[in-house]
């Protein structure tokens, strides 16, 4: 189902993709903030289609543009144990530190909290985890 939000206009471009962090409060006073904040903070988001609306933007510094956006799956990683496309669970960050591991932003998925529920859209393959957890590339949604 698309949505109808507004964007800074270098990121209006059919396909591009982005993470929807919440609202800033420097924008609590816009007349256009229910348009620009009605998307689900910590989700990531597909431009499908640039209209052709434009409102200048004191934030962004120029103007935004009217998109249609889809949602789409974050990349995660879930435990190995019990893991099937089209399973609901509850996220639960890593603990791991270990930054250097080509997995860890996998681990600690963009947008995802603590607690929160999310659907198994696909899963690939095993990860190497360097604290020995064994971990399954998962997209979430």
Not at 57 to 74: D, F, L, R, S, Y
Not at 94 to 101: A, I, L, N
Request: glycine residues 8%; hydrophobic residues 35%.
């Amino acid at each position: 189902m698309a949505l109808i939000t507004l964007i800074s206009e270098p990121q209006a471009k059919a396909g591009n993709e982005f993470y929807f962090m919440g609202p800033l409060t420097e924008c609590k006073d816009c007349r256009l903030k229910g348009v620009c904040f009605n998307l689900e903070p910590g989700a990531r988001y597909r431009v499908a289609e640039v209209r052709s609306q434009r409102h200048s933007c004191e934030q962004c510094e120029g103007e935004v543009v009217a998109v249609e956006v889809e949602k789409v799956p974050t990349p995660g990683a879930i435990p190995k144990k019990g893991a099937m496309e089209g399973v609901t669970l509850t996220y639960s960050e890593s603990k791991c530190q270990e930054v250097s591991c080509p997995n860890y932003w996998r681990c600690h998925a963009i947008g995802k909290r603590d607690g929160q529920k999310y659907t198994v859209t696909s899963l690939g393959k095993d990860l190497e985890c360097p604290i020995g957890e064994k971990m399954v590339a998962a997209d979430l949604l």
